[in-house]
């Protein structure tokens, strides 16, 4: 069977009015994606970027508080040497043995003058020394004829600190 042509003529309507919603709609699906893509990057590129500043901040944040438990340990170490120092010092400077006594109490002296000494340190110090000068009181002192008042007392001006300060001046408080 051949194909046999159609008996009318077959018309073609154009229109040429506006197009419908849909159909300008459907036309704009490309540009939509666009947009959104765009959108999509500058979200994530703007979270990226305040993540990247948080951590730089939060990184900042940890190296100050590392670097101040460091000083504060290397602090409370100098302390518990000076401290272990002074013990060794002050039994030597109670030693029955002249030679002993003398070591341990010139070994005071010296650690009396440290910028670790603080004030409970020297008066300790001042105990130590009033006993082994054997005036536990510490008020008959000036009456003895071979009391020098710029002697080698712990707590005299002459014995601050290098810096000519005292754990008064320098003492701050730390936080938890």
Known sequence: MT?????????????????????????????????????????????????TAADKTALNQKREADAQALTQKT??????????????????ALDGDEGTKALGLATL???????LARDEELELFDI??????????GDDIADEGDFDPEGP??????????????????AKEVGP
């Not at 602090?75 to 030597?92: F, G, K, M, P, V």
């Not at 002296?109 to 910028?115: F, M, N, Q």
């Open 3 to 51: 194909p046999a042509p159609s008996p009318s003529a077959l018309d073609v309507v154009v229109h040429s009015g506006p197009a419908e919603w849909w159909a300008i709609l459907a036309g704009l699906g490309p540009l939509a994606v666009l947009i959104a893509a765009l959108l999509a990057f500058y979200i994530n590129w703007r979270t990226l970027k305040q993540r």
């Open 75 to 92: 602090a409370a170490d100098s302390r518990a040497e000076w401290w272990r120092r002074t013990q060794w010092a002050l039994d030597r």
């Open 109 to 115: 002296e010296v650690l009396a003058r440290s910028e």
């Open 128 to 137: 130590a020394w009033k006993s082994v000068s054997g005036d536990e009181n």
């Open 153 to 170: 007392f712990v707590d005299a001006a002459d014995n601050l600190g290098e810096n000519g300060t005292t754990d008064k001046d320098k």
